[in-house]
């Protein structure tokens, strides 16, 4: 499968502790981008990279949040101090430049983050 | 404020039949629209996008959309139903004052009956 790829799939962690979600986009895309998603709402964008850098970040990105991609292809998401609010799908996508200028992303399926 | 509304938080939709989704939108501007389906246990998938052009636009899976710039809306169409087709529905509309944010609507459960 050549698609993106998110690790884990889900998560159960306690308040508190630190949480870190991995994803692998498409090869050749050089746009990547983290949502977070709750239930019955839209995606929510959080951040996004094009190639390492990070060139855009969410409001709703608090300061426990942090996103890199060092070299360019794969992303960490990492969660510091995880509330009960921050229980949500992470999703990432990625794009190649042209089409991500216009917005079609390819998303994958996903890491569900629960905080108990 | 930029802002896209789904005003039907399901719809249900006998095999065979047309089929419906709407979307309104408000952004100034030209609006970059979108239409995404999201499985069960899946992904989302992108289905189609009106940029510029013919008002009606094809997509994948039998799925179209128009664009009424009067209305201000998008709906999702497709001209007969398959159960396959159940699933949740995004519509959304580039963020004009970002080059790269999506601005989603919260989405519509549609689910086709045999």
């Known amino acids: 499968d050549t698609g993106v790829s998110q690790d884990p799939r889900h998560k159960i962690t306690k308040r508190g502790q630190n949480v870190t979600f991995r994803c692998d986009p498409i090869s050749e895309h050089n746009r990547l981008y983290w949502y977070r998603q709750t239930l019955g709402q839209g995606p929510e964008f959080l951040t996004y990279f094009q190639n390492e850098a990070q060139l855009e970040k969410s409001r709703l990105l608090s300061d426990r949040f942090s996103a890199e991609r060092p070299k360019g292809s794969f992303s960490t998401l990492e969660i510091q101090r995880t509330e009960q609010g921050d229980s949500a799908m992470y999703l990432c996508?990625?794009?190649?430049?042209?089409?991500?200028?216009?917005?079609?992303?390819?998303f994958g399926e996903g890491s569900r983050l629960t905080v108990l | 404020a930029q802002s896209v509304a789904q005003p039907e938080d399901q719809v249900n939709v006998a095999e065979g039949n047309p089929l419906t989704v709407k979307c309104t939108y408000s952004v100034s501007g030209n609006p970059y629209l979108f239409w995404y389906v999201q499985y069960p246990n899946r992904g989302l998938q992108f289905l189609l996008k009106y940029i510029t052009g013919d008002n009606l636009v094809k997509g994948s899976y039998g799925f179209e959309a128009e664009f009424n710039k009067s209305q201000t809306s998008f709906h999702l169409k497709k001209p007969s139903a398959l159960v396959s087709d159940s699933a949740l529905y995004f519509c959304a509309v580039r963020d004009m004052d970002s080059n790269y944010q999506l601005i989603w609507g919260a989405g519509t459960k549609l689910i086709i009956k045999p």
């Open positions: 996508a990625s794009s190649p430049s042209e089409a991500g200028n216009t917005g079609e992303l390819f």
